[in-house]
């Protein structure tokens, strides 16, 4: 299997532009997570879903992130306008909920930059 | 205070040491607990799981879970440089299932 897969990997954009980053789970599972990773705040969640539909998002910090899973083997997390305290890795990850374990299956991550 | 803590290190140990991981948890629902390794400039992958209190093994590597201190642990035998990474713990389950609730990550450096 290709593993999950985002897109773009390296994003340099300046503020207020619209970011939208890209993820493919991997075939067959059924839920999808999107995180951030910055050096303050280590890993956080901010949105998952479960069979295409958003479950929590309680980890969306404002109203400029949005996400959305049309399909179940794609989805989108945007930012519109960004600002520099969004640059941050933004790591999706899947897994077939119900698994023993929940073992969570990450992407590479985008790199994101907001100068 | 966090959910799960966890020193951030950086821990330098020289090859061959063992090397001890530690996170502490506030969550009493948490029942699947989890290390993930992540090199420099990668995701995240899964080292192990363990599923509530107990001892698992793989290799050179041991977790382990004491639920009733609420206290896991990564215990790496015979470390290499090639295990020079960032180590997370991870956990979930109660209400939380289906997502993880991740440690800061500690910074492990195997020098030769």
């Known amino acids: 299997d290709a593993g999950v897969i985002q897109s773009p990997r390296h994003e340099v954009t300046e503020m207020g532009q619209e970011v939208t980053l890209r993820c493919k789970p991997i075939?067959?599972?059924?839920?999808l997570f999107w995180y951030r990773q910055t050096m303050m705040r280590g890993l956080e969640l901010l949105i998952y879903f479960n069979n295409n539909v958003p479950i929590d998002d309680s980890g969306m910090p404002e109203d400029r992130f949005s996400a959305k899973m049309p399909n179940a083997s794609f989805s989108t997390l945007k930012i519109q306008p960004s600002e520099p305290r969004d640059s941050a890795v933004y790591f999706c990850a899947s897994t077939l909920h119900g698994q023993a374990g929940n073992t969570i299956y990450f992407g590479e991550g985008s790199w994101l930059t907001v100068v | 205070q966090k959910e799960v803590e966890q020193d951030p290190g950086p821990l330098s140990v020289p090859e061959g040491a063992i090397v001890s991981l530690n996170c502490t948890y506030s969550?009493?629902?948490?029942?699947?607990f989890m290390w993930y390794r992540q090199y420099s400039r990668k995701g995240p992958e899964l080292l192990m799981y363990?599923?509530?209190?107990g001892n698992k093994e793989d290799g050179r590597f041991t977790a382990q879970v004491d639920k009733s201190s609420k206290y896991i642990s990564l215990f790496i035998r015979d470390s290499q440089p090639s295990d020079s990474a960032t180590y997370l713990c991870a956990m979930s389950g109660g209400t939380s299932y289906g997502k993880l609730t991740f440690g800061q990550g500690t910074i492990l450096t195997v020098h030769p």
């Open positions: 075939s067959g599972h059924n839920s």
């Open positions: 969550n009493s629902a948490f029942q699947y």
């Open positions: 363990t599923y509530s209190s």
